[in-house]
């Protein structure tokens, strides 16, 4: 029996699952590590707790196998994308790694559209210019910490870090690179017109591999560190959001996913390499070579829930606080919620944003409040649908994965706002999974991608929609649409006074 290994490097901790040839996990480990804030929009993390974790998490998984070394055929990573390790030319870590959620960066975007123009950056990275990207970040060290960028040799993204610590070989790959606003994304390589607006080293930007590439074998050092073979091969792997879709078999025309985390993704596979979403929606590169997807984002999805709960039903547990919301009926007895705790991404790139209840009385129920909760989420990632399907997109099947795929109400309730058919995953894993399936394809257990995400994945659940509901929430949804138009300014006035 061959073994593979999914490292995912989460924001707070990092995941190993152990995967055999069958499909079945067999071990997963976990381990934390500390999140930074140094400064009010400040992000940041120490790269060698990253490195320190995984090697802990690595050693844990192997002492609790029960077969060798050798049975391990490869190693692939799944990774926070956006965030930023400098080194120098020693390959010594120069700063701590700014994150994909760090937003000091507002000052630099402006000046990418300013300096390059916003078509010209879309044309070629087909993204938009965000706080949370890779160059913004680049040129805000550059500004603020000269000396210390003059001594940069090399960029590299988290999970690209700790591969290179395990190998002693340097590399990104498309899915993650797709996201740092200086690759060329349809022709898939740096873009040196990027690279020259901006005074950025083309030398500074790793080298390409594809996802399921071999980076290398383990180091004997690690190996010994962690009681793997240092025969162990280590594939690039892919961003998290590339390998969420990979673990949910989203690997062909009209597979889409929705994954309500702290945040909430749609996303859409893409074959075409030239769509133009004018940087509505995100566009990348998947895992899988020579494929693309688009994505929309909402920002504080499960966050939402998770901070009502937090302040409303802090002593209880999360399926205690749900209790009933399936017996409350489509709008919450007249309530509607905007998620926008932490401002939005998805249609709306806007960090002033905040969230709202709109027609609360002295009837609702915390369950009332719930629900608008959910609803409010779930209206927020459709607005991501709806962009899609103008394009011409045809989207009937979705698969759920995350917090929302928790709870048999949340689940009808997308089924329900989507319009579509919602379907859920046996034993889900994430982006783990999808980085032990770049693992065995990459190690020649399975002939292609495809063919291995076949064996291990398979749906579990089916909800469809239910035509009086959808029909009560298309109305609705229009009328969750006239929420961020009429509170944007309101919000904006009322920073003055936090």
Request: charged share 25%; aromatic share 10%.
């Amino acid at each position: 029996m061959k073994y593979v290994i999914g490292i995912d490097l989460g924001t707070s901790s990092v995941k190993a699952l152990l995967v055999n040839e069958l499909g079945e996990v067999s071990l997963e480990v976990s381990k934390p590590y500390p999140l930074y804030h140094p400064k009010p929009g400040y992000s940041e993390q120490s790269p060698e707790d990253w490195v320190k974790q995984t090697k802990e998490a690595l050693a844990e998984l192997i002492e609790r196998f029960d077969g060798e070394p050798g049975d391990i055929a490869g190693i692939s990573f799944s990774g926070q994308m956006h965030g930023l390790v400098l080194l120098d030319e020693e390959y010594e870590v120069l700063r701590p790694a700014i994150l994909w959620n760090d937003t000091r960066t507002t000052k630099q975007c402006e000046e990418i559209y300013e300096t390059a123009g916003k078509e010209r950056i879309l044309s070629i990275t087909k993204n938009p210019a965000l706080e949370g990207f890779t160059l913004p970040k680049l040129l805000w060290v550059k500004e603020h910490e000269p000396a210390l960028f003059e001594k940069a040799a090399v960029f590299m993204l988290p999970k690209d870090y700790v591969r290179f610590k395990m190998t002693g070989t340097i590399h990104s790959e498309y899915s993650d690179a797709a996201g740092t606003l200086l690759l060329d994304v349809p022709n898939k390589k740096w873009s040196k017109e990027i690279c020259g607006i901006f005074g950025i080293k083309e030398s500074l930007c790793p080298p390409l591999l594809e996802s399921h590439g071999l980076a290398g074998t383990l180091t004997a050092a690690f190996a010994a560190s962690t009681g793997l073979s240092p025969e162990t091969k280590v594939f690039a792997g892919g961003a998290d959001n590339a390998c969420g879709a990979i673990g949910a078999n989203i690997l062909a025309k009209g597979a889409t996913l929705c994954s309500i985390g702290t945040s909430g993704v749609i996303l859409s596979y893409e074959a075409e390499k030239d769509l133009d979403f004018g940087g509505v929606v995100h566009y990348f590169n998947h895992g899988k070579e020579d494929a693309f997807y688009t994505m929309g984002v909402t920002l504080s999805a499960g966050h939402s829930l998770s901070w009502f709960k937090e302040q409303f039903a802090k002593e209880e547990t999360m399926e205690q606080l749900l209790e009933g919301v399936g017996d409350i009926p489509p709008g919450a007895h007249g309530l509607l919620f905007a998620p926008y705790l932490t401002g939005e991404r998805t249609p709306h790139p806007d960090a002033m944003i905040r969230a709202s209840f709109i027609g609360l009385d002295a009837t609702h129920t915390r369950t009332d409040l719930a629900r608008a909760v959910m609803e409010g989420i779930t209206f927020s990632l459709n607005e991501s649908i709806e962009i899609f399907r103008e394009k011409g997109k045809e989207i009937d099947t979705i698969v759920s994965i995350g917090g929302g795929a928790k709870n048999p109400a949340w689940l009808q309730m997308q089924a329900d706002i989507f319009q579509a058919k919602v379907v859920t995953l046996r034993g889900e894993q994430g982006p783990a999974l999808g980085a032990a399936i770049l693992a065995a394809y990459g190690s020649g257990i399975f002939a292609s991608l495809e063919e291995c995400a076949k064996v291990f994945t398979s749906y579990k659940d089916e909800y469809v929609p239910n035509p009086e509901r959808s029909e009560q929430y298309r109305k609705l949804y229009a009328l969750y649409q006239k929420v961020y138009p009429q509170t944007r300014e309101l919000c904006k006035g009322l920073m003055e006074f936090r």
